[in-house]
């Protein structure tokens, strides 16, 4: 490997190898470092930003072929080939929409972001040890440590699986609960 900067799934792997040897080793993470950052993988949607914690992230790819299944939930777009794996496609901003989430939280007008009408350009896989869905996304950057304490600024009743807001540059990016996002993906399509 060359010197310069590493991919989004090569930092995922080099976490969860980080992990492993740690967990085979007994060894405890360094706990400054774990109470201060978390390592999030970030995706953007139109202009909004979205945070999911690394260890929920199998894969980025780029954008595969979908082939749609009919009487699916409109969040999900159909199942995509992925090394072999058949996976069930999710449209975040769809997904959001669907269960009410006010815009104005999730920094999407709804304005042509999303949506058939737009092209995505990768697929974010998520994972735990019994489901897996790629969502979509125009972005997706690498692994990046933010600090681990979320702005409580979103009040009143949120979906489980939006935790919260963290400053990241000039941006707020969304945090989103992986396996709580999962399981509202697939529970409401039977993906």
């Known amino acids: 490997m060359t010197g310069g900067p ?4 090569e930092e995922l792997a080099a976490l969860i190898a980080q992990r492993s040897q740690a967990r085979d080793s007994g060894a405890e993470p360094n706990a400054d470092q774990t109470r201060s950052t978390l390592p999030f993988l970030l995706l953007r949607l139109g202009t909004r930003w979205f945070g999911l914690r690394a260890e929920s992230v199998r894969e980025v790819v780029g954008h595969e072929v979908i082939t749609r299944i009919p009487g699916q939930p409109a969040h999900i777009r159909g199942l995509a080939m992925i090394h072999g794996r058949m996976v069930p496609v999710v449209a975040l901003d769809v997904l959001l ?11 999407m007008d709804g304005a042509g972001q999303g949506g058939d009408d737009v092209p995505r350009s990768r697929m974010v896989v998520l994972t735990d040890e ?6 979509l996304a125009d972005d997706a950057r ?21 935790q919260g ?5 000039d ?16 529970a409401s399509g039977q993906a």
């Open 97 to 107: 929409r669907a269960h009410a989430v006010p815009f104005a939280e999730t920094g």
């Open 142 to 162: 690498g692994v990046v440590h933010l600090r681990a304490v979320l702005d409580a600024e979103l009040d009143g009743e949120r979906l489980r699986f939006v």
């Open 130 to 135: 019994r489901l897996e869905i790629a969502i």
């Open 171 to 186: 941006h707020l990016v969304c945090v989103l609960d992986g396996s709580a996002l999962l399981t509202a993906a697939v």
């Open 6 to 9: 590493r991919s989004a799934n």
């Open 165 to 169: 807001e963290i400053p990241w540059n």
